[in-house]
């Protein structure tokens, strides 16, 4: 039981007092440090808190290591997304590029394929493009950019480098009219290379050819390419006109219904060769009679 103004007696001994506690822990401290700097014997103490520490550190850096990740990560993405961006932006400028670069390269080889067929030809060709079609939805006709004023005339054939395409039907001053072989009211007339065989190739309604009036047993196969004869005057004798592609025959019918394709492209190219006009004798047989006129002249002044 206590006195009134006096704290009870203790059970237990409270020990030293704080202030010689705090001067003992300095010195202990101090102790340590001096130990440590010169013997260095508590390195290995050190070493062992700061593994036991580490997964502490690395889960207190977490939030600063996830927000650096993550800024990383969106500037990333945002630099990505511009160049995708502009490769697409490039890749549209240049794709307009590259389809005119196939596209002049498929006509420059077209015209040096052209001009080696000019120079194959003993006439005198003239080079020309496809503006359009004729506006008749029924005949198979084009215009081409070369008229009167660049010496073309009516009559002259058509050709590229492949085989025959046509022939002049109408001139204008800048502008020509050609009508094409698978045009109805067109007749071509052929030879088959392989036996010599001469007929006329007439144009169909579908755009393909026919060989008409050829008997039922005549010598045609499929696969046989056809020339042109030349006895008609328009067209050079050797040029390539179509090629066999179907033969029907029937015992019921006197003649034979043979399906061809042209072997030019018809209605594919945008150039064209304009051959020059046949003359009506070679230049030999004139240079001849010219020869002979004088001899003949000098003989009857001899008779006389």
């Given at each position: 039981m206590s006195v009134v103004g006096h704290p009870p007696p203790p059970f237990f001994k409270r020990g030293p007092a704080p202030l010689a506690r705090l001067a003992v822990f300095v010195l202990l401290s101090l102790a340590l440090l001096?130990?440590?700097?010169?013997?260095?014997?508590?390195?290995?103490?050190?070493?062992?808190?700061?593994?036991?520490?580490?997964?502490?550190?690395?889960?207190?850096?977490?939030?600063?290591?996830?927000?650096?990740?993550?800024?990383?990560?969106?500037?990333?993405?945002?630099?990505?997304?511009?160049?995708?961006?502009?490769?697409?932006?490039?890749?549209?400028?240049?794709?307009?590029?590259?389809?005119?670069?196939?596209?002049?390269?498929?006509?420059?080889?077209?015209?040096?394929?052209?001009?080696?067929?000019?120079?194959?030809q003993p006439v005198p060709g003239t080079l020309a493009e496809i503006l359009y079609t004729a506006r008749d939805p029924f005949?198979?006709?084009?215009?081409?950019?070369?008229?009167?004023?660049?010496?073309?005339?009516?009559?002259?054939?058509?050709?590229?480098?492949?085989?025959?395409?046509?022939q002049v039907t109408r001139v204008f001053p800048l502008q020509s009219e050609v009508?094409?072989?698978?045009?109805?009211?067109?007749?071509?007339?052929?030879?088959?290379?392989?036996?010599g065989l001469r007929t006329v190739l007439f144009g169909a309604s579908d755009g393909q050819l026919e060989l008409r009036f050829l008997a039922a047993n005549a010598d045609v196969q499929p696969g046989d390419l056809l020339v042109t004869s030349g006895l008609d005057g328009v067209y050079l004798p050797g040029l390539p006109v179509a090629k066999v592609v179907r033969v029907d025959r029937d015992a019921a019918y006197s003649f034979a219904r043979i399906v061809c394709?042209?072997?030019?492209?018809?209605?594919?190219?945008?150039?064209v060769l304009i051959l020059g006009l046949r003359e009506a004798l070679p230049p030999q047989i004139e240079e001849a009679a010219s020869r002979d006129k004088p001899v003949k002249g000098r003989r009857a002044r001899k008779k006389e």
């Open positions: 001096v130990l440590d700097l010169k013997y260095r014997y508590l390195e290995l103490a050190r070493q062992g808190i700061a593994v036991a520490l580490y997964p502490l550190q690395r889960a207190a850096y977490t939030p600063v290591d996830l927000y650096e990740h993550l800024g990383d990560y969106f500037s990333s993405l945002m630099a990505v997304q511009r160049e995708n961006a502009q490769l697409k932006r490039k890749e549209l400028e240049t794709a307009n590029w590259l389809l005119r670069q196939q596209h002049l390269d498929l006509e420059n080889q077209r015209l040096r394929e052209l001009l080696d067929m000019k120079a194959k005949s198979r006709r084009v215009i081409v950019d070369k008229g009167s004023q660049h010496s073309i005339a009516a009559g002259q054939a058509v050709v590229d480098e492949a085989g025959v395409l046509g009508t094409l072989i698978t045009d109805k009211n067109q007749a071509v007339p052929v030879k088959i290379l392989r036996n394709e042209p072997v030019a492209g018809v209605e594919r190219h945008g150039q």
